[in-house]
T-cell receptor, first 113, second 117 residues
């Protein structure tokens, strides 16, 4: 089945730093999604991308749908403490059971001690 | 509008016991799904439903049963709990049945934390 490789697995941030993470797939997707999960909560959608090459922003977050349709990137600018959590990428195709989401393993953002 | 609700929030079972995790949504969504989340594994799809009376298997269905008698409810049954089923379980719903070009957001419940001893 399709698999997503998300990196890095974890990272430490200092307030004000920019953060980058990415997701790659062994096969193409029609839609790329980025979710954030706070401790003890379910994931919440941040950004959805529908077209190869598309660049979409949501406040300090910017995500891109890779040209090959096999990858996506998420950048967080000027990080703040409430950015900590786990960020998941997810891919989706449309049509029948392919409409289900395939999730990456997550990137855990923590604050530098 | 409560969104997606899950009960219980925490549960401890002994090996071999059975139980049902409850999930309900009040958004009139056709699509509902169950995921399990294990450390370092992300979310993996267990079962899903595209409408009342229709269910199908996801990536990791073994040991779990589902049914969808109403649009609102999608319970997940553990038939004979095993330690390997210790996990956090998330239910999600969406108006997206998978056929639309644009993604209709999946809304997740708060999760059920299950420990099997």
């Amino acid at each position: 089945g399709q698999q997503l490789n998300q990196s890095p697995q974890s990272m430490f941030i200092q307030e004000g730093e920019d953060v980058s993470m990415n997701c790659t797939s062994s096969s193409i997707f029609n839609t790329w999604l980025w979710y954030k999960q706070d401790p003890g909560e379910g994931p919440v959608l941040l950004i959805a991308l529908y077209k190869a090459g598309e660049l979409t922003s949501n406040g300090r977050l910017t995500a891109q749908f890779g040209i090959t349709r096999k990858d996506s990137f998420l950048n967080i600018s000027a990080s703040i403490p409430s950015d900590v959590g786990i960020y998941f990428c997810a891919g989706k195709n449309y049509g029948g059971s392919q409409g289900n989401l395939i999730f990456g393993k997550g990137t855990k953002l923590s604050v530098k001690p | 509008n409560a969104g997606v609700t899950q009960t219980p929030k925490f549960q401890v079972l002994k090996t071999g016991q059975s139980m049902t995790l409850q999930c309900a949504q009040d958004m009139n969504h056709e699509y509902m799904s169950w995921y399990r989340q294990d450390p370092g594994m992300g979310l993996r799809l267990i079962h899903y439903s595209v409408g009342a009376g229709i269910t199908d298997q996801g990536e990791v269905p073994n040991g779990y049963n589902v049914s969808r008698s109403t649009t609102e409810d999608f319970p997940l049954r553990l038939l004979s709990a095993a330690p390997s089923q210790t996990s956090v379980y998330f239910c999600a719903s969406s108006s997206d049945r998978g056929y639309s070009l644009y993604y209709n957001e999946q809304f997740f419940g708060p999760g059920t934390r299950l420990t099997v001893l």
